[in-house]
């Protein structure tokens, strides 16, 4: 079964806060172990021995108290969005007008004009 512990552990400090968690990923069982708040350590795992780890924390942190244990329920995969349906009878568009560009041409040598 997969176990939820919230335990309250003093850390008053950063090198408080790393040793907890150390010591609760040593643990038997444990999956993933999480800081939330100032003093709170999350505890995900298999058939975790809840005594033993308090324990452990007590031994080290001096101050480690045990909150809940529930059950761990998955999260459930999230709904794959749904693709927009296209409406029904859309609104006719008229076509786009065509540019028209004028062409110039210029001759490099034009040729000698006799009207002159």
């Known amino acids: 079964m997969r176990?939820?512990?919230?335990?309250?552990?003093?850390m008053n400090c950063e090198k408080c806060r790393t040793n907890a968690m150390k010591i609760a990923a040593a643990a038997e069982g444990v999956i993933s172990v999480s800081v939330e708040g100032e003093n709170t350590v999350v505890v995900r795992g298999d058939e975790v021995d809840v005594a033993t780890l308090t324990q452990s924390l007590r031994k080290k942190l001096r101050y480690a108290s045990l909150l809940t244990v529930e059950e761990d329920k998955p999260n459930p995969?999230?709904?794959?969005?749904?693709?927009?349906?296209p409406d029904p009878d859309p609104i006719?568009?008229?076509?786009?007008?065509?540019?028209?560009?004028?062409?110039?041409?210029?001759?490099?040598s034009p040729p000698n004009c006799s009207l002159m």
């Open 3 to 10: 176990q939820k512990i919230t335990m309250n552990v003093q």
């Open 92 to 108: 006719p568009q008229p076509p786009a007008p065509e540019i028209y560009q004028p062409l110039l041409i210029y001759e490099s």
């Open 77 to 85: 995969p999230p709904n794959p969005p749904t693709p927009p349906t």
